[in-house]
């Protein structure tokens, strides 16, 4: 699966865009995090949350560290039966 770009671009613009590229290394470190930990449609949280992965890495890790604490068993079953617990992340 790859992401979709052209669609990231139109709900959050061009500027985004950019923004990512300037941040490309963060960016995929943060990708690649959460597919180690075994999350499968890891495009669908990027393309719906794409600001959560420009989190500088540390703290990213930290915070998905902890909403997967806190959601317990099946974590990643529950986010995709609901994305906007990914969001959450961007609250703490």
Do not use: R
């Not at 865009?17 to 075994?38: A, H, R």
Request: glycine residues 6%; charged residues 35%; negative net charge.
């Amino acid at each position: 699966m790859e992401l979709d770009m052209k669609k990231i671009q139109e709900l959050f613009g061009k500027s985004f865009i950019q923004e990512m590229g300037d941040n490309k290394e963060t960016f995929i470190e943060n990708i690649e995090y959460v597919v180690s930990l075994g999350y499968k449609d890891v495009f669908e949280l990027v393309e719906h949350y794409p600001e959560t992965f420009l989190i500088d890495s540390i703290t990213f890790k930290e915070k998905v560290d902890h909403l997967l604490e806190s959601l317990g068993v099946e974590s990643f079953e529950k986010i995709e039966e609901n994305i906007e617990i990914w969001g959450s992340i961007n609250e703490n």
